[in-house]
């Protein structure tokens, strides 16, 4: 919503805590994070937001224009959010974190995955995004750039190129910033 200027409050939910569960479910029906309140509208998970934003805001171009890329934008942002366990397990998320020399071998086989997805993307498209413009499938895949950062994985080439494109990116970098300077613990995520 950031790097599309689409205009909304953030509510942070503190992870963790006593009242976590309490608090997430007074704007998540699900239970987890995150949660879009329009008006009398709430939706929860990143993909269902993303479309219901696709449908709103038709005009700022959130997914590819072609049908046929679109789909294939759809299908690889749908594997991020609903697999790679492995490297979500042994390289969680965390902007604080900065470790040289990691084994990310426990996670090898989806973060050669990822980067088969991106190089296809990138061959297809040139870049410097997935599918030319940023979409949500960027979306999708930049929390894996902070973790290829975060975890000292190698990146060559295409894929080096992309990871820097997305952390280039304004919002990115606001996400970083405001990840770093986070001083509350969450201990499980």
């Not at 989806?110 to 991106?118: N, S």
């Not at 994985?153 to 190129?161: D, F, L, S, Y």
């Not at 919002?171 to 970083?176: D, G, L, N, R």
Request: aromatic share 10%.
């Amino acid at each position: 919503m950031r790097h599309f200027d689409i205009p909304f409050e953030e509510l942070l939910i503190p992870l963790d805590q006593q009242d976590t569960n309490r608090e997430i479910l007074k704007v998540s029906p699900s239970g987890k994070v995150p949660a879009l309140l329009d008006g009398s509208v709430t939706i929860w998970e990143s993909l269902a937001i993303a479309e219901y934003l696709n449908e709103k805001y038709p005009k700022l171009g959130l997914w590819p224009q072609d049908t046929g890329v679109r789909a294939w934008a759809r299908s690889i942002a749908n594997e991020m959010h609903a697999g790679f366990a492995s490297m979500r397990n042994h390289l969680p998320h965390d902007l604080q974190k900065s470790v040289k020399g990691f084994d990310w071998s426990p996670a090898k086989a989806d973060v050669l995955r990822v980067f088969a997805i991106w190089n296809d993307c990138l061959i297809k498209s040139k870049g410097p995004y997935l599918f030319g413009s940023f979409s949500i499938a960027d979306a999708m895949y930049a929390p894996v750039v902070n973790r290829l950062i975060s975890y000292d994985v190698p990146c060559e080439g295409a894929v080096q190129k992309y990871v820097q494109a997305i952390r280039n990116l304004p919002a990115h970098q606001e996400w970083i910033a405001t990840g770093e300077s986070e001083k509350l613990q969450a201990p499980n995520h």
